[in-house]
Nanobody
Framework: QVQLVESGGGSVQTGGSLRLSCASS????????TGWFRQGPGKEREGVAS????????IHADFAEGRFTISQDNAKNTVYLQMNSLRPEDTATYYC????????????????????WGQGTQVTVSS
């Protein structure tokens, strides 16, 4: 079992920045990858970025490329999502999740890759 707690959400203006944190505890050796997902009002959850625990290999969704950066500090069991140049369409609840196995590399932005999820942190971007 892995417990995940997101933090760092809040309200910012267009163009602002936030850094989200995902603190993990529990069966950390069983974690292969950590992903960030988001779900806006009335929208389906979508993958934002993912990082592989053992190599720091990352992938970012097209909408996040160049603006968002996922990183990790394995000594702290924490994964981050640095979000810059925020836009109103980035408004959503942001979740982190952990997964394991080959799907971490073959489907890093797929929801079914991940078996443990945090409760989410709200990000609101106003114009």
């Amino acid at each position: 079992q892995v417990q995940l707690v997101e933090s760092g959400g809040g309200s910012v203006q267009t163009g602002g920045s936030l850094r989200l944190s995902c603190a993990s505890s529990g069966d950390i050796p069983g974690v292969g990858c950590t992903g960030w997902f988001r779900q806006g009002p009335g929208k389906e959850r979508e993958g934002v970025a993912s990082i592989y625990r053992f190599t720091d290999s990352t992938i970012h969704a097209d909408f996040a490329e160049g603006r968002f950066t996922i990183s990790q500090d394995n000594a702290k069991n924490t994964v981050y999502l640095q979000m810059n140049s925020l836009r109103p369409e980035d408004t959503a609840t942001y979740y982190c999740a952990t997964g394991k196995g080959g799907v971490c590399l073959s489907q890093p932005l797929g929801q079914t890759t991940y078996n443990y999820w945090g409760q989410g942190t709200q990000v609101t971007v106003s114009s």
